[in-house]
């Protein structure tokens, strides 16, 4: 239950504040919040990250539907129960079905987080991204940590000495 409501929390917060940016910007706008570091800029992306597959908005929401269902299908075939997984999943889920919204409603997906620094500019992103992003690290992440760890049945307790 509480991944569910994680998914619906950033999705929510996802679509809010693409809201938010397309009321008061205009397309292509771009107003610094930290000079040299940080700006909001409305841009619409009709690819994957970073502009990939620029143009296949229909084949990125048909594939996002997909793999939001099978993650939902195969959940515990891949995740563990431990907190860890079940976050990324909640960051993963709700990041996918906030950029599937835009994709479906709008036909494109609504970035706005800006960042740059001394001539490097990293692309621009939105909440959903960044969820998805954190859930994949995450689930990566713990999934090496826990495999290693002495408590990753989730019982509490470390492993009996030989006798």
């Known amino acids: 239950m509480r991944v569910l409501l994680l998914v ?94 835009d994709r479906l409603r709008l036909g494109w997906v609504t970035d706005f987080l800006d960042f740059h620094w001394q001539g490097h500019h990293f692309p621009c992103f939105n909440i959903a991204d960044a969820a998805i992003c954190t859930g994949v690290a995450l689930y990566i992440l713990s999934s090496f940590w826990l495999a290693g760890h002495p408590l990753r049945e989730g019982n509490g307790k470390a492993p009996a000495e030989p006798a």
Not at 74 to 101: C, D, K, M, T
Request: glycine share 10%.
């Open 8 to 101: 619906l929390m950033i999705a929510v917060a996802d679509q809010a504040s693409k809201q938010v940016i397309r009321d008061r910007f205009l397309f292509l706008e771009s107003r610094a919040v930290i000079p040299a570091c940080f700006n909001l800029t409305y841009l619409r992306n009709t690819g994957a990250a970073w502009g990939l597959l620029g143009g296949h908005n229909a084949w990125l929401a048909i594939l996002s539907v997909i793999v939001l269902v099978l993650m939902v299908i195969y959940r515990r075939a891949f995740l563990s129960p431990r907190w860890e997984h079940r976050l990324a999943l909640g960051l993963l889920g709700g990041g996918i079905v906030g950029n599937v919204f």
